[in-house]
């Protein structure tokens, strides 16, 4: 099974300027992380601080957007009704090649298919408020 037609509701609602910063990132078809610019440790969620060495000083960098399967689980049973056309799906964690792990939704794969270290890549989908979500889709290289 695919998940081509996979589009949650409600869409993101961040409620910090950290958490906007993400998701505009996503609006623009871009998946970036935050970085410390004093150890170079990558950072995934947003927050004010390094959790190696307590800098607060860091930037916004984009992933190359390419990662492996960490983990999933298959989700049989609809939490609200906007979910109900669409499962069972995939929820990922992937691990990027920057270090970070970041949830998301699988794409393009029947879900017998998903097996560990599986390499995957982002792609968006643009919900029809005009939201964008990072989805991932098996690698082809």
Known sequence: MTNESFIPNPPPRPNH????????????????????????????????????????????????????????????????????????????VVEMEEGVRITAGLQDLDLDKIEMDLPVEVVFETLENGAVLPFFVPRKD
């Open 17 to 92: 300027y950290l958490d906007e910063q993400f998701w505009e990132n996503c609006r623009n078809h871009v998946l970036a992380f935050q970085c410390c610019t004093s150890c170079e440790t990558w950072r995934h969620i947003p927050r004010f601080m390094c959790a190696k060495c307590g800098s607060p000083d860091w930037e916004w960098r984009q992933s190359s957007g390419k990662g492996i399967i960490y983990s999933w689980t298959v989700v049989h049973k609809p939490m609200t009704p906007h979910f109900e056309s669409i499962f069972p799906y995939a929820a990922l």
